[in-house]
């Protein structure tokens, strides 16, 4: 069965310091897909980003970037020198291709950011 | 382009009546999602159409729950009769085709008193 862990409830930090969420997964499909949503205090989940299984390469956003490790089952979403804007909480998201288009949610990390 | 529009924004009712939730998806967006998100946790899928065709809808509670995507576009779900367990956001997603991530709508945030 598919699941996603999030062991950090909550994370706090002063403005400025680099943040990393982890994101543990667990999936019998070979091909699946994995994404990082931001939910800030308006309510509305923001799609941030998307890996499928067959790309481990890391991606950088601008502040933002995301490490895939297959081998660890791992998907960790990194924020450098970070901002108030970016307190919100974050969930990391699991599809698998073997069974249709059904995503499972992990319970999300809350990240306040200091000023 | 419009994204996802969920209506009402906000629903307080009394335990027993009941309350339906609408959800306009994304165009050319076969699947729609909906999902409970209670305080403090994640999303969890209540029920999964593809066009009109709800093809999960293991988690969906269905001796009070209910949903319809009559013409594959837009869905309805409701409750009857609500609990106060009910109280939760309920989120409409809607996504293209496999592998796209999921657009979600502003939720519905329903409080039962």
């Known amino acids: 069965a598919q699941k996603v862990t999030q062991a950090q409830t909550e994370i706090s930090v002063v403005e400025k310091e680099d943040v990393t969420l982890d994101c543990v997964y667990e999936?019998?499909?070979?091909?699946?897909?994995l994404f990082w949503y931001k939910q800030p205090p308006s309510g509305e989940l923001v799609f941030l980003i998307r890996?499928?299984?067959?790309d481990e390469q890391n991606e950088i956003s601008g502040r933002y970037s995301w490490n895939f490790q297959k081998s660890t089952s791992s998907f960790n979403f990194t924020i450098t020198a970070s901002q108030v804007v970016d307190s919100a909480v974050y969930f990391c998201?699991?599809?698998?291709w073997g069974y249709g288009q059904n995503f499972v949610f992990g319970p999300g990390t809350r990240l306040s950011v200091l000023p | 382009e419009a994204g996802v529009v969920q209506s009402p924004r906000y629903k307080i009712i009394e335990k027993k009546q009941p309350v339906a939730f609408w959800c306009n998806p994304i165009?050319?967006?076969?699947?729609l999602y909906w999902y409970r998100q209670n305080l403090g946790q994640g999303p969890e899928l209540l029920i999964r159409y593809e066009n009109e065709e709800a093809v999960d809808d293991s988690q969906l509670p269905k001796d009070r729950f209910s949903a319809e995507r009559l013409k594959g576009v837009d869905s309805t779900l409701k409750i009857q009769p609500a609990e106060l367990g009910d109280s939760a956001v309920y989120l409409c997603a809607s996504s293209p085709p496999p592998g796209q991530g999921l657009t979600f709508g502003s939720g519905t945030r329903l409080t039962v008193v």
């Open positions: 999936t019998r499909d070979t091909t699946y897909y």
């Open positions: 165009s050319g967006h076969n699947t």
């Open positions: 998201a699991l599809s698998e």
């Open positions: 890996r499928n299984s067959f």
